[in-house]
């Protein structure tokens, strides 16, 4: 397994990890390893723009759109009278 150190860490990240941790009944490190697997987790699932646009707008519900007329289809025109 390998280890990683992590310098200049800001006063205030390291006590919102620290109180996170706690919170959820894990240590420190325990609680890095978990947001590291999670985060590149994500990364991993390609998804395309489709389904992105998708998720985002999925709670707020579905609709219906009204049909539209539609016209027959013309026939082409004929040039031979020229």
Do not use: C
């Not at 994500?42 to 389904?51: H, I, P, V």
């Not at 009204?66 to 009278?81: N, Q, S, V």
């Amino acid at each position: 397994m390998a280890s990683i150190t992590i310098r200049n860490l800001d006063d205030a990240l390291k006590s919102k990890l620290r109180i996170r941790a706690a919170r959820l009944g894990r240590s420190m490190e325990e609680e890095v390893r978990t947001i590291l697997r999670t985060v590149l987790a994500e990364e991993d699932t390609s998804r395309n723009l489709g389904e992105i646009i998708h998720q985002r707008f999925a709670v707020l519900g579905g609709f219906d759109l009204p049909p539209i007329a539609r016209e027959e289809i013309r026939d082409r025109p004929l040039f031979d009278d020229l």
